[in-house]
């Protein structure tokens, strides 16, 4: 049980770094350096601040894991999580890459 509860802390705080690094990414060199934001960086940052939700709802779980749920059906508790963490990754990135080909390739126009 112990290595379980290692693993969920590790991915909530794996989470919880990711989206910080995304937060670097998107919202704190937006228009760096001239300040001029094209329609991709608006789409992303929309795209960001909708992908904070549910890596944070995940993030919190795994650390309520990681504390102190109980211990039935643990593993499946932890598979769960992990596949939302999945799920949300490829959404973001499909998301992200759909924007990325029909808004001037990140450009302006």
Partial sequence: ????RIIA???GFLVIAVLGLLYMEFIAY????DGHL?????????LY??????GVAIAFY????ALGAKKSRY???????????????????LIQGYLYE???????A
């Fill in 102 to 108: 029909h808004i001037s390739h990140g450009q302006m």
């Fill in 62 to 65: 795994l650390f309520n894991l």
């Fill in 30 to 33: 937006a228009g760096f350096p």
């Fill in 75 to 93: 593993f499946f508790k932890l598979m769960m999580a992990l596949l939302a963490i999945l799920v949300c990754v490829v959404v973001f990135i």
């Fill in 1 to 4: 049980m112990i290595v379980y």
């Fill in 9 to 11: 802390g590790f991915f």
């Fill in 49 to 54: 601040w909708v992908s904070v939700v549910p």
């Fill in 38 to 46: 094209t329609e991709y960086t608006r789409a992303m940052r929309v």
